[in-house]
């Protein structure tokens, strides 16, 4: 069969893996024979397409035009010897093999069992090896791997939907208060969605910069075809900057996103100079929300919306609402993160990702201060199935940051003291993370991270901690100790509510924090591990730390009594709930 394809302002999309190639490479590597230059129009292009595709099908018929589909000489001799033995096995496959170690690090089997089929096809014969795929698909499907990617990807797809009402208004413009990364995240999720932005903040600096970053990111878009040039200037022109309030008058939405210069006053600015219909959103999840908003004129306009930096690249928005947020309000919040093209997990009253990161964070410093380093952490971490190393992943959220919310959502005896200690003095230090080129590893070189040597110093003169001999050092039991205070931490926060469903959790946990998917997210994870064993493991650690600590959350262990599972077998996760 011949293929055609148009050279057009797409790219021709490879079906098979999913990835956008240029039509002149996708020529080039055979995926298409020929090449159509468009018309004027897109309608006389797709004409021009069917004319010359009936009329290459004729000239095939009669035998005028003959399909060339040979690769050059050098490449086929190449591909003669690279696809038999001995090297097929000593190099390609050897290659191939510790490329997809790396990056999978063993957890997911698929990569390594499509590996082996391509041996067994290319030794023994296309009719053995398409055998091996069949039975091995077969086995695969049914697998805890296959299980968990396919919840969460049915939880990724619910969160798309908008189950909230389609009968609110849809936002046309919004205010954003400060100009730093979060700030300038929303404007860029915004602005190209066709809504109008002003954004404000009392620094001429930040002004100047977040012009540069958005009119950036509108050029990259622009040279990358996602938009005309008449749009890119329609962007730019609805894309306002400002150092009064007074120009909030007329919005729908403002969003507080002041990080660490967040204040009561600025609460109050916003409050006095918005109409009475406007919703008032927060971005911070260091308190609760409606401890935040006590003070406020009218309660039922106020709301958390919580984004993952950097806004524009990842996924999940935490809505949340408190026992005042009217229905009208959620819904028309929820409706504008459709917009912005995100996946919506509804809360109450607290962030459900910084609850689950603060265990965690202060997991994996009480190892290094037990003597792993950084970079140890990290590679343990990952082998487990995070996306990136969790010290990693603290210095990107902010050290000030964790720390504060530690210090404002958690008990005293739920956090461990010297730990505590030692982010304090980092932050007098001036070690942050990412945002100041300095926390656990020195950023100043972005590409190619190096360990921050003035952390480790400030480290060992902090106190050291002896790991329980109660408890084994091992690898393994490293990774339970971060795991089980994660997972936890996470079931404590459906005890409160504050996360309607597993689903929830999973997909904010997978998306949000880069929990291993092929563990299918927190509660997916007690499912197939058993919540019995795990409240185990938790009461071990708990003798060998800190009861407080480690203590299991009541639905663990009314789950471990009844047997119980968060995912009833051939039940479809629901994530609609409030």
Known sequence: ???????????????????????????????????????????????????????????????TFLIQRFRPLSKRITNFFLCRRPLLDTVVLRTAKNKILDETKGNYPAPLKILESIRIGLIEGNEKGFEFEAKTFAKLSKSSEAEALIGIFNASTDCKKNKYGGNVKKIQKIGIVGAGITGIGIAKVSIDKGIKVILLDISNVSIETSKKEITKYLKIGLERKRYTKSEYDEFLASFTFTTSYNEFQDVEIVFEATGKNLSSSIINEIVSNVSESCIIASTTSRFSIEKLFSETFNNERTIGMHYINPIEKTQILEIISTNSTSVETFKTSAKFGLVQKKLIVPLKNYSFLI????????????????????????????????????????????????????????????????????????????????????????????????????????????????????????????????????????????????????????????????????????????????????????????????????????????????????????????????
């Open 1 to 63: 069969m011949l293929k055609l394809f148009f050279r057009s302002k797409v790219k021709f999309r490879n079906f098979d893996f999913g990835k956008p190639i240029k039509s002149v490479k996708a020529k080039e590597i055979g995926l298409i024979d020929e090449i159509l230059e468009p018309s004027e129009s897109d309608s006389e292009t797709h004409q021009s397409l069917e004319n010359l595709a009936i009329q290459r099908a004729k000239e095939i018929l009669n035998g």
């Open 355 to 578: 609850r689950c990161l603060i265990p965690l964070t202060f997991e994996i410093v009480r190892l290094i201060q037990e003597g792993y380093s950084p970079v140890e952490i990290d590679d343990l971490t990952k082998s487990v199935g995070f996306h990136i190393g969790c010290v990693s992943l603290t210095d990107g959220i902010g050290i000030d940051l964790i720390t504060e919310a530690a210090g404002n959502l958690f008990r005293a005896e739920r956090i461990q003291n010297e730990s505590m200690k030692l982010l304090e003095e980092m932050i007098k230090a001036g070690f942050l993370g990412r945002k100041t080129s300095l926390g656990f590893y020195d950023y100043n070189n972005p590409q190619t991270p190096q360990i921050n040597n003035d952390a480790i110093e400030l480290i060992k003169r902090c106190k050291s901690l002896k790991p329980n001999e109660t408890c084994s050092s091992t690898t393994e039991e490293c990774k339970m100790r971060i795991l089980s205070r994660f997972i936890n931490e996470a079931c404590l926060c459906f005890d409160e509510g504050i996360v309607a469903s597993p689903a929830n959790g999973d997909i904010a946990s997978v998306m949000g924090l880069g929990f291993p998917p092929f563990k299918g997210g927190p509660f997916r994870f007690i499912d197939s591990y058993g919540a019995e064993n795990l409240i185990q493991v938790l009461e071990r650690f708990g003798n060998a730390y800190s009861k407080e600590e480690f203590t299991p959350a009541k639905i663990l262990q009314d789950y471990a009594k009844t047997g119980k599972l968060f995912y009833p077998k051939h039940e479809q996760p629901e994530n609609n709930k409030l």
